[in-house]
């Protein structure tokens, strides 16, 4: 079976994860325009006339900006939590919307996805698993959260690959342009997870077999791909073990699986 998963684009400009599996693909967040989201997906081999489902992590526009003119031009339906949805602003078409509870599991061919409760300052948020029937590949996606706890731990660790926040250096944030009050949020359980949290988080992941790593949601003012990479690299390296560790792209896809 034909299996590829490909981050679209990764940061506060925008979320998006596609992964395809014997014929069918899917989205995690769609957070940039419609136009941007289907030029994206043909870039990557995926017609997004085709796509199965959008995924949605929570209701923050990075992620779900494309959600209003996706659903009227493509039909697709759009899973997301019953919190998210009513705080949604964009006046989008909810007739393809499935609402669900934050723990949620559909399946869509061969995947099964599979959502978790993560810590942010939205209505609700979410990270998914999903799990590829008969490839042995399972997939995690764990960003936008303060902090990462010992049951979203547990449950990443069974992945063979994961994508993981790394949002940002601590003292380049400490000391960088942002207001006190934001610098505030972003350090805070419900904020966003610093690249020492992430290394913490795949060094643990890493020890108990999770292979294959993709840093995501970097902050553009207080981080560097550079920085976020040497920093969970160097965890990664006291393990022991082989791993591969990249890096998501900003505005153009990078191949996951
Ligand atoms: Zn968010
Ligand atoms: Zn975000």
């Given at each position: ?147 990462i706890d010992g049951d979203m ?105």
């Amino acid at each position: 079976m034909t299996v590829s998963a490909y981050t679209l684009f990764s940061g506060s400009s925008g979320n998006s994860l596609c992964i395809s599996a014997g014929g069918d693909s899917i989205l995690i967040d769609a957070g940039r325009s419609c136009t941007a989201i289907k030029n994206a997906c043909a870039s990557v081999g995926v017609d997004a006339g085709t796509l199965r489902a959008v995924f949605v992590t929570h209701e923050h526009h990075d992620h779900v900006s494309a959600l209003d003119v996706m659903s009227r031009r493509l039909c697709v339906p759009v899973h997301m939590t019953y919190d998210s949805l009513s705080h949604m602003s964009d006046p989008y078409d909810r007739g393809c919307v499935v609402p669900h509870p934050i723990m949620y599991t559909e399946r869509v061919g061969c995947m099964t996805v599979t959502s978790f409760p993560t810590h942010h300052d939205s209505a609700a948020s979410v990270g998914y698993i999903v799990d590829i029937e008969g490839s042995g590949v399972r997939i995690g996606l764990c960003t936008d959260t303060g902090f990462i706890d010992g049951d979203m731990l547990s449950l990443l660790s069974t992945c063979t690959h994961v994508v993981l926040e790394s949002n940002h250096d601590v003292e380049m944030l400490r000391h960088g342009p942002y207001p006190f009050y934001l610098k505030e949020r972003i350090l805070s359980d419900i904020g966003h997870l610093s690249n020492a949290a992430a290394a913490d988080a795949s060094r643990y992941m890493l020890e108990r077999g999770v292979r294959s790593f993709t840093l995501a949601h970097l902050s553009r003012d207080n981080n560097t791909p550079e920085t976020a990479f040497n920093t969970v690299r160097r965890a990664l390296d006291e393990v022991g073990k082989e791993y591969s560790l990249d890096v998501a792209k900003r505005f153009e896809p990078l191949r996951v699986v």
